[in-house]
């Protein structure tokens, strides 16, 4: 087990009807803040409504910010960091999905740093401090309201990159599975796709003496598949969709890869799906996580066959490892499947003449990358090339 600190101070505000809770939550910390929301659909469920009530009998102040996209963009952070700086807002309350809250947070980064908050991303740069974010979770997914991370794309070059901070763990974070009831089959198997991948990045690691850990990983694939599958059979579940927004934060509050170490190679490969086509990033994953396994399973069969009998109950072929290693890969596209998102880039309408751009893209200021196996620029390219 590798050596590590882990600190989440982050609050999670559990249940039904919590949403009510926002503005005593925040008075507890500031007076003012900046509301940060998507689309028309906070507005539509009556969200919206519910948050500034609550504020406004707190007490508590508040500019908006509304329009985050999918694959939020750098432009909107632009614009809250100038905003946030002319209404000296010491802090930002997310009502969305992760797109919503990883825009929040890089605003919260982006206002204490003197120069373009893409340095974050792009260069190594740090902040002196961030602002104080919580959030009011709409769609379980990308766990960014549990997490120090935050992925945002520049609209001028179409890179899509990641930055982290221990200070944008949100302060609280308000989780009440009833807001996901309205939520669209397609945004639902998105979300349930980047939990999945989310685990398997903590999973596939060098590190082989995590037995805890390991089995926390199995166990909660396990359960994302379980739940997945029942779940557009009765969407209005309660506890079906208590148990997927539970499972979407612990995938990526950083509980399940202490001392692991973990891989992401899949996840920088895919930015470049959901950078360039504005492809949702859980679709992508589907596409490009297959693809990853086929081209490195044989670094490690014994694991990759673990996998697949921990996680979709395929006997080992002890006389034929690579056997079982690959019915469990099938099996994950055949979940992949089920809950209707692609497993290539024909499904999902992507140009497939584009590969080399993409690889160039992708392997952008480094020669490899990836904590299970270093993957170059040739390997990069093959597993594009896997997922046509």
């Excluded at 309660?238 to 890869?257: P, Q």
Aim: glycine share 8%.
């Amino acid at each position: 087990m590798f050596n590590f600190n882990y600190q989440n101070e982050t609050k999670i505000i559990f249940g039904k009807d919590t949403e009510a809770t926002v503005g005593t939550e925040l008075a507890k910390h500031t007076k003012k803040v900046l509301l940060h929301y998507g689309g028309a659909s906070a507005k539509a469920t009556g969200l919206y409504d519910k948050v500034v009530t609550s504020l406004t009998e707190a007490g508590i102040a508040f500019v908006e910010l509304g329009g985050v996209k999918p694959n939020p963009r750098a432009s909107l952070v632009y614009e809250g960091i100038e905003l946030c700086r002319n209404e000296n807002i010491d802090f930002i309350l997310a009502v969305g999905g992760g797109s919503v809250i990883d825009s929040a947070k890089a605003i919260a980064a982006g206002v204490y740093y003197d120069g373009d908050f893409w340095d974050l991303y792009t260069k190594g740069a740090k902040p002196t401090d961030c602002l104080k974010v919580a959030t009011v979770l709409t769609i379980p997914a990308a766990g960014s309201e549990a997490s120090t991370a935050t992925v945002i794309t520049h609209e001028k070059t179409n890179e899509k990159r990641g930055y982290g901070h221990p200070k944008l763990r949100p302060v609280f974070s308000i989780l009440n599975p009833e807001l996901t009831f309205t939520l669209p089959d397609y945004q639902t198997s998105c979300g349930l796709a980047d939990m999945f991948a989310h685990v398997v990045e903590r999973y596939f690691t060098q590190q082989r003496h995590d037995i805890y850990t390991t089995r926390l990983c199995e166990a909660t694939m396990k359960t994302i598949v379980e739940l997945g599958r029942k779940i557009f059979k009765d969407p209005n579940n309660y506890e079906l969709r208590a148990e997927i927004m539970l499972a979407g934060m612990v995938a990526h509050n950083d509980w399940l890869g202490l001392g692991r170490g973990g891989d992401w190679s899949s996840h920088q490969i895919e930015h470049e799906l959901s950078g360039f086509y504005d492809l949702s990033h859980g679709a992508g994953l589907c596409i490009i996580i297959p693809a990853w396994m086929k081209h490195v399973y044989h670094h490690d069969m014994p694991f990759f066959a673990q996998f697949a009998n921990r996680v979709f109950d395929i006997e080992i072929n002890t006389a034929n490892l690579e056997e079982t290693a690959l019915k469990g890969i099938a099996e994950l596209e055949r979940f992949y499947q089920d809950i209707n998102m692609p497993i290539r880039f024909a499904d999902a309408n992507l140009p497939t003449h584009e590969i080399d751009k993409l690889v160039t893209s992708a392997m952008s200021g480094r020669a490899s990358f990836g904590g299970f196996v270093q993957i170059t620029e040739a390997d990069v390219k093959a597993i594009y090339e896997l997922a046509l």
